[in-house]
Nanobody
Framework: EVQLVESGGGLVQAGGSLRLSCAAS????????IGWIRQAPGKEREGVSC????????YYAEFAEGRFIITSDDAKNTVYLQMNSLKPEDTAVYYC???????????????WGQGTQVTVSS
């Protein structure tokens, strides 16, 4: 059974930091790219960042560049998203997803986690 389990969300003040984790199981981790996608209330989902260990590729959306860092621990089948200098507009549900790295960073995600809420207060 494929599982992607996010954790690490919560409430933080503007300027603070959070580290999200995405623990993957049920598929060959090295064959997939892992991405973080967020959805704020009333808005469409938007890509935040993604990583492909097999291709050595990392992508950040413009709003994440310089503030967020994505890393992968292949031994633990876990991807992390370190989020620094958080802003109220970063408030959203953050999902991790897995897909083949073809066309990176425009990945077609096959598997999704349940999401974790991030709330940034002003």
């Amino acid at each position: 059974e494929v599982q992607l389990v996010e954790s690490g969300g919560g409430l933080v003040q503007a300027g603070g930091s959070l580290r999200l984790s995405c623990a993957a199981s049920g598929f060959t981790f090295d064959d997939y790219a892992i991405g973080w996608i967020r959805q704020a209330p009333g808005k469409e989902r938007e890509g935040v960042s993604c990583i492909s260990s097999s291709e050595g590729s990392i992508y950040y959306a413009e709003f994440a560049e310089g503030r967020f860092i994505i890393t992968s621990d292949d031994a633990k089948n876990t991807v992390y998203l370190q989020m620094n200098s958080l802003k109220p507009e970063d408030t959203a549900v953050y999902y991790c997803a897995a897909g083949r790295p073809t066309g990176f960073p425009a990945i077609r995600y096959d598997y999704w986690g349940q999401g974790t809420q991030v709330t940034v207060s002003s």
